[in-house]
């Protein structure tokens, strides 16, 4: 499994801001995680996936440190995920501003392929 991160169009990506944000302990062991994404796809270890709605798929990380993270992503092709947003889990559910911020991304990720 490729993992690409989402750039802006000014070539930032959210998602590195946000784990480069994290403490070391815990920035650290998220990209291990994502590294055995793309080593094991699916069947990575210490990784939950989880359906959003349509194509918005979410990814759940406990890090040290840090509780709960969450990296939300869709799948451009069969094999590659674009990482399109992330946030430290505060509450039970995803708040809607991320769901929507992801969701915006994800268009606009689309619309650029096209």
Known sequence: MKVVFYKTSSGRSPVVDEIDDLPLQASAPAYEMLEEIEKHGFNAPRVIFRHIQGKLWEIK???????????????????????????????????????ETALQRMADAIRRTI
């Open 61 to 99: 990380m406990n890090l040290p440190g840090s509780g709960g993270f969450r990296v939300f992503y869709f799948s451009i092709e069969k094999d590659v995920m674009l990482l399109l947003h992330a946030y430290s889990k505060k509450t039970q559910k995803a708040p809607r501003h991320h769901i």
